[in-house]
């Protein structure tokens, strides 16, 4: 099975920094883009980030400048580094990654369990 596992979310203030990080493992033969989606309460979840397996990335526009995705494919790991966090920004942030199972398998799609980010005084 493939898991993934997200760290470093928490309670911070406004302006402040946050660093998640977001772990795959499992038998997976290849994977492909990783990024980051959040939730807010009574919101859509929307993309955040997103970083293809040749660098490519993707924001959501009203992050740009704030939020910086990064990845290590040797260590199968999945950064998002978080600025100036707003009171907006406070959600339950999922990490996910596309991938194959086996050589010329179908692209799947698979997704963290969650952490929480709040931003508050």
């Known amino acids: 099975q493939v898991q993934l596992v997200e760290f470093g979310g928490g309670l911070v203030q406004p302006g402040g920094s946050l660093r998640l990080s977001c772990t795959v493992s499992g038998d997976i033969f290849s994977i492909n883009s990783m990024g980051w989606h959040r939730q807010a309460p009574g919101k859509q979840r929307e993309l955040v980030a997103g970083i293809g397996s040749s660098g490519s990335l993707r924001y959501l526009d009203s992050l740009k400048g704030r939020f910086t995705i990064s990845r290590d494919n040797a260590k199968r790991m999945v950064y998002l580094q978080m600025n100036s966090l707003k009171p907006e920004d406070t959600a339950v942030y999922y990490c996910?990654?596309?991938?194959?199972?086996?050589?010329?398998?179908?692209?799947?799609?698979?997704w963290g369990q969650g952490t929480q980010v709040t931003v508050s005084s």
């Open positions: 996910y990654t596309s991938g194959s199972l086996f050589l010329n398998g179908v692209e799947r799609y698979f």
